[in-house]
């Protein structure tokens, strides 16, 4: 009994040891990435201020809120080459008190308060394609533990719209419920028009997500660019499509703020345009 009693001490002591050492704090130093140029925003065919939004990348692990970019110089030049300097309306934060036209192409080009140069590449913007019709109805399915649903929420939204001929169209699907913007990766709906062109899409759920009864539901349709649709297809490929042992392995996401000194320093993010088509539906109503 003694000797079984002193080598469970003997275990125990080690057991102590071993958790003792994993509660040890280890301070990583991690060499410091280098800071660029953040630069995001899209301009629509909607008739209100546009913002586009500059700021600083951070390093991995610092939460904090991003350094925004004051007293830069930004300019809003069309494919006419008529040219708006935009004003700082908060800080980061460079508006445009109007909307585009559809057929004309947009860059931003900024300047910097220590001289770094950026432009973005001109895009297009797209006529919109309306959205016909939106409506609710009740779902089949059971709420999705994944996207935290609750068993009272049982309606679905789908759309009617209309595909133009012609193939090349790309698409985006924005959620807007109860005033909020759904913007997590899983929210991301994109596609293009390869298997529907020209035809007309009925019945089509954006988002496989359900609502409450009373929930005002606002699906945004959007037009975009070819190259807008590539940048967000890698963006939910590493974002949204993760956690397998086949995802791609996470790299740099190219966008289309080009540093004109110096490509290899160019900015994060992406600056677009789109044609907007907006419809909204109270679930149960």
Known sequence: MKNTTYKFLILLAIASTFTTACEDRIELDLPKGETLLVAQGWLTNEDRPHQFRLNYSQQ?????????????????RDSDGIESVLDETSPGIYTYPQGGEAGTAYQVEITLPDGKHYMSDFEELAEQVEIVDIRWRISSRGPSTLLDEDPDQIYEVVIDAFEPPGVGDFYRWRLIVNGVEKDLPQNLTISSDEFVDGNPIVNFEPFFELFFLGDT????????????YNFLLLIQSQTAFVGGPFDTPPAPISGNVRNLADEKRN???????????????????
């Open 60 to 76: 991995y692990f610092d939460a904090s809120i991003p350094p925004a970019v004051n007293d830069a110089t930004v300019i809003l």
């Open 217 to 228: 539901v606002t699906v945004i349709q959007e037009r975009i660019t070819s190259e807008a």
């Open 267 to 285: 900015a994060l993010g992406f600056i677009g345009t789109s044609g907007r088509s907006t419809a909204t539906v109270i679930a149960g109503q």
